[in-house]
């Protein structure tokens, strides 16, 4: 049967535009090698977006020059994220020399500015809090419940009143060869419910917000996690404890905005070490190791403090999920934070005016509460040697009170000789690491208290 002449170019077209929206090709300016890379953007059948109808999408580096984890073959773990929904955009590096730790750091901060800036390999709708840079042989398990909130913590806004489950993204090595240790990190891009006056009800528009990149990895050029597969381990990214806009938050009755700027306990605690059981239990689950390290930034910094310590509260211990899992940690690296709420009136003018103003609207007075006030923060947790060995990295440009409260954290681990390294200087003001100095004495430190031996070796080989 002959087609009229217009309907077969319909047909045609059809067909083409069929075959583009599956795959399309072409070559991306790689940094780290120095050279342009093929890619490859295959859409999934059954795409999964985010509230704002973005794409969900995961970048793969895939033929990189160090030895692969996961046992899978690329293509089985490739046709793994479309049947779940991403888009994938495979990056060939065919084993090129640069492409390895700490190299393809600079990759991962212009691949994730690149999407913040809507200009991926010319996609415009890969989600800004949904992506995710993926290493070949790992997988996701995305949006995994480890807490359900009490909305009377924050009482914002004031129609939330049923809690929501905080999540976390663990990024794992899938059928591991060898046994990898776990990095955990608290966003320092806060998830809450939202309250939207027009629609009048509530909306997902800022549920798990904590990649957002214009706040996390975008914003502070942060390869550090998403480096971690390169240096034999797998990453997480939880939201942080305070479900809430960090300059908001109040108690029952309370003043608008009093907790602006910083987190309370046992909600925060309680979170985080609910967050490290829930990791635990699904690494002891999928074949990793059980050894976990945290590392934080700034509020995530704050947050994910309330790990290292050894001092034992069942009313910390017993709280969220899977109660009876060990929720202790093997190392930590904390950059800038607030650590024990009753230094922050030691210096005037060093930054933190806000917590000076509002910790007395909810805590009481210091002079007459110290003991609540300590409760507050991750200093008064840390009690013998078994706490965490600890590094702590900062800018000495950054605001002083950062400063005090490491120096004096530090301070109690070397007393109690619970090993510690600081990196100083690695930038100019509140930042994270970034250079490849810096980073690898990050990883290395890492690797020194998570990874055994073998493990080590194999990855510097």
Known sequence: MKYPYPLFFIILFGILI????CAATGKWNSKATATTIAYKATESKNPIKDYAGNYVTVV????LSFKKIGQNSIKKDVQWLLSQGYRVIELDYKKNKNAKALKINEDIIAINDSISAGSFC???NCSQYKSYVLFEGYRIARDVSYFVDDPTVYN???QYTVGDSLHMDIIYPANPKVKVPTILSFSYSNSYANYDQEKGK???AYKDQRVNLAYTFGGFNDSFLEGTPAHGMAWAIADHPKYCPWGKGKPINGANDTYKSYQTNPDAAQKVKSAVRTLRAFTNKMGLSDKIGVFGFSRGSTAGSMAIGDKEVPALENAGFNVGVSDAVQAAALGPGVFDYTLIYDKTNDGDKNMELRCPWVWGSLEKNRELWESMGSYSLVETAATAPTLFFYNTDDDLYYQDQIAHLKNKLDKLNVPTATLVNYGKGHAVPETAFALNTLY?????????????KNQNE
Do not use: A, C, G, H
């Not at 793969?60 to 033929?63: A, D, E, F, P, Q």
């Not at 290395?444 to 080590?456: D, E, G």
């Open 18 to 21: 069929s075959f583009s929206s």
């Open 60 to 63: 793969y580096l895939k033929n």
């Open 122 to 124: 010319n996609f415009k």
């Open 156 to 158: 914002t806004p004031e």
């Open 202 to 204: 509530l909306t997902d």
């Open 444 to 456: 290395s430190f890492f690797k020194n208290y998570l990874n055994p031996p073998r493990l080590i």
